[in-house]
Nanobody, 120 residues
């Protein structure tokens, strides 16, 4: 059974840093694109960033220069979030899919999400 499990969320103040981790199990994800999405209360889920099997990363404009995606191994991905802002408050989801896309429909596997709350 394939599972993606996120961890590392919490309550922080504006300007603080937080590191999220996603551990995948049930198969090898070395050839998959691993991505992070987020969904704020009352809003649609949005793309945050992704990392390809080659190690190439892409980030949404809203987080460029502040968030960094890294791949620790074939089945573990991290999201380092610096200079957090209140507008970063959301549930953050890890996802895996066969191709790079900013569209959530192209991702096959999803985690349950982890809450990140940034106070002003």
């Amino acid at each position: 059974q394939v599972q993606l499990v996120e961890s590392g969320g919490g309550l922080v103040q504006a300007g603080d840093s937080l590191r999220l981790s996603c551990v995948a199990s049930g198969r090898t994800f070395s050839a998959y694109v691993m991505a992070w999405f987020r969904q704020a209360s009352g809003k649609e889920r949005e793309f945050v960033g992704a990392i390809r099997w080659s190690g190439t990363t892409s980030n949404a404009d809203s987080v460029k220069g502040r968030f960094t995606i890294s791949r620790d191994n074939a089945n573990t991905v991290s999201l380092q979030m610096n200079s957090l802002k209140p507008e970063d408050t959301a549930v953050y989801y890890c996802a895996a899919g066969p191709i790079y896309s900013q569209n959530q429909r192209h991702y096959t596997y999803w985690g349950q999400g982890t809450q990140v709350t940034v106070s002003s």
